[in-house]
Each structure stands twice: as C-alpha cells, then as structure tokens.
C-alpha cells in the first residue's frame, strides 16, 4: 500500500513558478509509474493529466496545457516526484495530486492505483 504526500502549492503572481514535491512511502517506489493530475475549481469531477513520468525516468509526457512550461522529474534515493511548474497562468490554479501505478504511465486518471490529499495552487493575475 503506497503513500503519497504531496506539498508545494501556494499562492504565485501570473509569470511566476512554483515546485511541487510528492513523497512515496509504502512501497518500492522505483517500480512505480508517477504522474501529476489537476482539478480546477468548480470541476471537482475532472482530473486534468498533467504530466507523468515512467518507471525509469526516461520516459515523461506532458498535457498540452503544460507543455513547455512545467517540467516532471523523479529522485529515487528520496522516493519523490517533483513538478517544476514556470511561467505559470491564472488558468492553472486548482488541486495538483500526485498519483501511481505499477510500471508505465498512463494520462489517465482512472489508471491509477495511489494518489495523495493533494496541494492547492491559485495563480493570480
């Protein structure tokens, strides 16, 4: 039973970044598949792919929201997940979790087996 932590959020003026970090315990977080999945405020149903990164780390897709602007990456002694998340807009505030499954990714939400409480981001303008 793996589990997630996330932490980060906060508050940023548009243009600005932020760094979320998500903590896995429970498990061998090396076999895990990782990704990042946003809900905006008043679409508390929708979980928005963000990006996710393999297994390995050699492997990362980003959703095209995000693409160019926010950045995934894994460090395995600390068995966490960050997303480096820059030149932020008001249109990417919402909850960010962080989420697993065994072995590869997938932009699904549904596909996975593990998330965390999740960390609220508000970008204003």
């Known amino acids: 039973q793996l589990h997630l932590g996330e932490s980060g959020g906060g508050l940023v003026q548009r243009g600005g970044s932020l760094k979320l970090s998500c903590v896995v315990s429970?498990?061998?977080?090396?076999?895990?598949?990782m990704a990042w999945f946003r809900q905006a405020p008043g679409k508390e149903r929708e979980r928005e792919f963000v990006a996710s990164i393999n297994f390995s780390g050699n492997g990362k897709h980003y959703g095209d929201a995000v693409k160019g602007r926010f950045t995934i990456s894994r460090h395995e002694v600390l068995n966490t997940v960050y997303l480096q998340m820059d030149r932020q807009q008001p249109e990417d505030t919402g909850r960010y979790y962080c989420e697993s499954r065994y072995d590869y990714e997938d932009e699904n939400a549904d596909a996975y087996d593990y998330w965390g409480q999740g960390t609220q981001v508000t970008v204003s303008s």
């Open positions: 429970g498990g061998a977080f090396a076999d895990y598949a």
